[in-house]
């Protein structure tokens, strides 16, 4: 699969939750936590699970950085 997209982070799934159309899947990159919104029908097109490596792709015209 090609994507222009440039931020590819590898992690592993830690949970998926499905709400009434959205789900919410939290991946482990290297022990950061991202969690994605994305459809119920995505999840199930993808066959998303707890344990299952994949990528959290960040695709924005604009990122921002805050310091703390």
Do not use: C, P
Request: glycine share 8%; no cysteine.
């Amino acid at each position: 699969m090609k994507i222009s997209a440039r931020n590819r982070l590898k992690g592993t799934v830690t949970e998926v939750t499905k709400g009434a159309t959205t789900a919410h899947v939290k991946i482990d990159v290297g022990g950061t936590i991202v969690t994605a919104s994305i459809t119920n029908a995505a999840v199930d097109e993808l066959k998303l699970a707890k344990g299952q490596a994949a990528y959290a792709i960040v695709k924005a015209s604009d990122v921002m950085v805050a310091i703390d």
